[in-house]
C-alpha cells in the first residue's frame, strides 16, 4: 500500500520561505511525474507545480518565479521550494502524482503566512 507524508510546513511571515518534502512508502516514485496540491480554506485542491521524470517543471502562474519543485537523485521524491510567500499561499500543501492523481492523499503539511 503506498502512503504520501509531507512535511515542511509551517508558520511564516509574508516574504518568507519554506522548503516542503514529500516521502513515499510502497512505491518508488522514479517514473511518476510528480506535482505539490495546495488546498486552501473554502477552495478546492489545486495543482500548483509539478516536476517529470526527466526534471522538467511547471507551475500554476499564481506561484510562476517564487516557488520550485525539484526531485531528489536517487528516491525522486518531489521537494517545494517556496520564496516569498503570500498571505495567498496559506494552504494545506500534500504531494501526489499529476496531473492525474494515483495514490492515496497523505495528510498534507500546513502552510500559514501571517503577520
Known amino acids: 500500500q503506498v502512503h504520501l507524508v509531507e512535511s515542511g510546513g509551517g508558520l511564516v511571515q509574508p516574504g518568507g520561505s519554506l522548503r516542503l518534502s514529500c516521502t513515499a512508502s510502497?512505491?518508488?516514485?522514479?517514473?511518476?511525474?510528480m506535482g505539490w496540491y495546495r488546498q486552501a480554506p473554502g477552495k478546492e485542491r489545486e495543482l500548483v507545480a509539478r516536476?517529470?521524470?526527466?526534471?522538467?517543471?511547471t507551475y500554476d502562474e499564481s506561484v510562476l518565479g517564487r516557488f520550485i519543485i525539484s526531485r531528489d537523485g536517487a528516491l525522486s521524491a518531489p521537494y517545494l521550494r517556496m520564496n516569498n510567500l503570500r498571505l495567498e499561499d496559506t494552504a494545506v500543501y500534500y504531494c501526489?502524482?499529476?496531473?492525474?492523481?494515483?495514490?492515496?492523499w497523505g495528510r498534507g503539511t500546513q502552510v500559514t503566512v501571517s503577520a
Open positions: 501526489n502524482t499529476a496531473p492525474a492523481t494515483v495514490f492515496p
Open positions: 510502497g512505491v518508488i516514485l522514479r517514473e511518476y511525474t
Open positions: 516536476i517529470t521524470s526527466s526534471g522538467l517543471a
